[in-house]
């Protein structure tokens, strides 16, 4: 598949020893080099027009180097640089930040290229071929930057790339510089986003992009083949995608050169989709890198460049995320179009939208339909419409164990959003085996509208089998965005007796999606909800591809009962004491757990 992503690139910066540099300049506070010290940094970069040798990358990697406050284009105002490239159109912002070469410091940018059919060569330092390139603008992209204010506040705690929070919270050391294996003196810097928690008066280049040019071409550059572009407008939750970027490039290029990793849309937010969450997986130094979209429909399967990875998204206070930000291609353009003059002889920038999608795509929607918000005073969740006629839901009890005090609002987003009312007719309490409750909405005239998902029955449980977790984690009722999707298997089915009393599957898992819904990918069957994820009990930290679901098969029989003679007594049979299932449930390994349970693995 290496061929098929010649398009990306690896972006070398660096400031060599004592040149004029001012420490004191810079913006970010993940370097520790000084005015004597050389600065080398890497991220990845999108050949987006490699016929004229024209780079998109992150900015962030210029921060090093920037010297005073940015310059702020006005629409009124002459266009501040030249190229043959951009159609006219589209709406130019009031104003736009940006830099130009000679408001940073001295520094020296590379772009490695990689080169084609070099699996045939023995020798694998030849695998890329370096060319010198110019810094042309370093721009921000507003619509970017205004969603990630808006999601990812400072209060929140978030923390991105080079940052590991602490007990406390607080940013520790850990993790902040990757040393190679052989010499103490070379080390990697992650770009990261660590102003995003800074102080709001410091210009935060997270949602910062630069163009760069590459000085002399050599045939084998002009020669590969301008990417084709999607609008991220048409992306809906589930979509896979393909990120393609250089991790820790300072260190060895030849390894980590283009590397690929896959996943699903996971949420999309902002005009035009600019802001996408996803799944796959990106490094530090990844930024910059393209994001594709393969589209269902077509025979040839053409790879489609439909953002630019922003940055990993790693904590938010104690809880890891392991997700990743990117940045619609189209937003990137259009800002960047905003500063460069259209004199006639460019060429179109013509974006494809259509998108074929398959069966894993209407069990994603349908999934989404059924899956709500609980909201209990300041504590939110997810739930699962189980019965749509009667308005009956599921959710967890940590959820909804407030709700003496609070009332408790469900929101449903399909087929637009509502908030409704909802009384409480089951809670399972702290010490029960299973962590649920149960809800009745109140607003009887709006059930009509509700969509149920289908239940799981024996034969879904599958180990290995494809799965996706649908829930409202990470991001709170305050915004309006739809259930986020992740992606995964089934890793563990643990039964007693033969009958299931815990799931557990490799979907990224995160606070908010409790209560959520885990979903067969191939048939849309509802197989669990989403209980808790695992935590490291000496640091604090969540692992969240280490996730837990109740089984379907445990919480049918007993709702079946309840449908039938509406006696919610019927329910406190899930709060009946089993000691095997509730020790599993604890992660304690007993002599019991030991007999009961077949090739259970340690957690």
């Given at each position: 598949m290496e061929e098929t992503f010649m398009d990306n690139c690896v972006v070398h910066v660096n400031k060599p020893t004592n040149t004029n540099y001012s420490a004191s300049s810079r913006h970010t506070t993940n370097a520790k080099s000084t005015a004597n010290e050389p600065i080398d940094l890497s991220c990845s970069g999108v050949l987006i027009h490699p016929s004229k040798g024209l780079v998109l990358t992150s900015g962030i990697i210029f921060t090093e180097f920037v010297k005073h406050r940015p310059r702020i284009y006005s629409q009124f105002?002459?266009?501040?640089?030249?190229?043959?490239?951009?159609?006219?159109?589209?709406?130019?912002?009031?104003?736009?930040?940006?830099?130009?070469?000679?408001?940073?410091?001295?520094?020296?940018?590379?772009?490695?290229?990689?080169?084609?059919?070099h699996a045939k060569t023995r020798?694998?330092?030849?695998?890329?071929?370096?060319?010198?390139?110019?810094?042309?603008?370093?721009?921000?992209?507003?619509?970017?930057?205004?969603?990630?204010?808006?999601?990812?506040?400072?209060?929140?705690?978030?923390?991105?790339?080079?940052?590991?929070?602490?007990?406390?919270?607080?940013?520790?050391?850990?993790?902040?510089?990757?040393?190679?294996?052989?010499?103490?003196?070379?080390?990697?810097?992650?770009?990261?986003?660590?102003?995003?928690?800074?102080?709001?008066?410091?210009?935060?280049?997270?949602?910062?992009?630069?163009?760069?040019?590459?000085?002399?071409?050599?045939?084998?550059?002009?020669?590969?083949?301008?990417?084709?572009?999607?609008?991220?407008?048409?992306?809906?939750?589930?979509?896979?995608?393909?990120?393609?970027?250089?991790?820790?490039?300072?260190?060895?290029?030849?390894?980590?050169?283009?590397?690929?990793?896959?996943?699903?849309?996971?949420?999309?937010?902002?005009?035009?989709?600019?802001?996408?969450?996803?799944?796959?997986?990106?490094?530090?130094?990844?930024?910059?890198?393209?994001?594709?979209?393969?589209?269902?429909?077509?025979?040839?399967?053409?790879?489609?460049?439909?953002?630019?990875?922003?940055?990993?998204?790693?904590?938010?206070?104690?809880?890891?995320?392991?997700?990743?930000?990117?940045?619609?291609?189209?937003?990137?353009?259009?800002?960047?179009?905003?500063?460069v003059h259209w004199d006639g002889n460019s060429e179109p920038i013509v974006y494809e939208d259509a998108i074929m999608r398959g069966s894993h795509m209407s069990n994603i929607e349908q999934s989404m339909h059924g899956v709500v918000l609980v909201r209990v005073g300041a504590v939110w969740g997810s739930g699962v419409i189980l019965e749509r006629s009667e308005g009956i839901i599921v959710t967890c009890y940590h959820v909804i164990k407030n709700a003496k005090k609070n009332k408790v609002q469900v929101r449903v987003d399909h087929p637009h959003q509502q908030w409704l009312s909802a009384e409480v007719i089951f809670a399972a309490g702290p010490h029960s085996t299973y962590d649920l409750a149960f809800l009745k909405l109140q607003n009887s005239e709006n059930k009509t509208v509700l969509h149920g998902l289908p239940s799981a029955c024996m034969q879904h449980y599958q180990k290995g089998a494809p799965v996706y977790v649908v829930g409202h984690a990470l991001i709170g009722p305050s915004t309006t965005m739809l259930p986020s999707v992740t992606s995964g298997v089934m890793?563990?089915?643990?039964?007693?007796?033969?009958?299931?009393?815990?799931?557990?599957?490799?979907?990224?898992?995160?606070?908010?999606?409790?209560?959520?819904?885990?979903?067969?990918?191939?048939?849309?069957?509802?197989?669990?909800?989403?209980?808790s994820n695992s935590r490291d009990t000496d640091t604090g930290a969540s692992f969240p591809h280490v996730n837990f679901s109740i089984p379907m098969t445990v919480i049918q029989p007993v709702l079946q009962q309840y449908?039938?003679?509406?006696?919610?007594?019927?329910?406190?049979?899930?709060?009946?004491?089993?000691?095997?299932?509730?020790?599993?449930?604890?992660?304690?390994?007993?002599s019991n757990t030991r007999r009961v349970v077949e090739d259970k693995s340690k957690l």
């Open positions: 105002a002459t266009k501040p640089y030249r190229h043959h490239w951009f159609e006219p159109g589209g709406t130019t912002p009031k104003n736009i930040r940006y830099y130009s070469p000679k408001d940073l410091d001295f520094f020296k940018v590379e772009v490695g290229v990689a080169k084609r059919n020798n694998s330092s030849k695998t890329f071929t370096v060319f010198d390139a110019e810094l042309i603008v370093l721009w921000k992209c507003e619509d970017l930057a205004e969603e990630i204010q808006r999601l990812f506040p400072a209060n929140d705690n978030w923390h991105f790339a080079e940052e590991v929070p602490g007990h406390d919270g607080k940013p520790s050391q850990r993790g902040k510089t990757t040393k190679t294996w052989d010499d103490d003196k070379h080390f990697v810097e992650p770009v990261g986003m660590s102003s995003l928690t800074k102080d709001d008066t410091v210009e935060n280049f997270v949602s910062w992009m630069a163009l760069l040019k590459i000085k002399k071409m050599d045939d084998c550059v002009k020669k590969i083949r301008k990417p084709f572009l999607h609008s991220s407008s048409s992306l809906h939750q589930g979509d896979p995608l393909y990120l393609c970027g250089t991790p820790f490039g300072s260190m060895c290029p030849s390894v980590f050169l283009n590397s690929v990793s896959k996943g699903i849309v996971t949420n999309t937010s902002g005009p035009g989709n600019v802001l996408i969450i996803t799944d796959a997986r990106c490094m530090p130094g990844s930024e910059g890198g393209g994001v594709y979209i393969i589209p269902r429909n077509e025979s040839s399967r053409k790879r489609r460049l439909v953002g630019m990875i922003v940055a990993p998204l790693c904590w938010k206070a104690n809880e890891w995320i392991g997700l990743s930000l990117a940045c619609s291609i189209k937003s990137v353009l259009d800002s960047l179009k905003a500063l890793s563990k089915v643990i039964t007693i007796g033969h009958q299931p009393v815990m799931l557990q599957s490799t979907c990224a898992v995160h606070s908010g999606a409790s209560g959520g819904a885990l979903v067969c990918a191939n048939t849309g069957a509802l197989l669990g909800i989403i209980s449908l039938s003679n509406k006696d919610s007594s019927v329910f406190h049979e899930l709060s009946r004491h089993d000691s095997e299932v509730k020790a599993l449930w604890r992660l304690e390994e007993t």
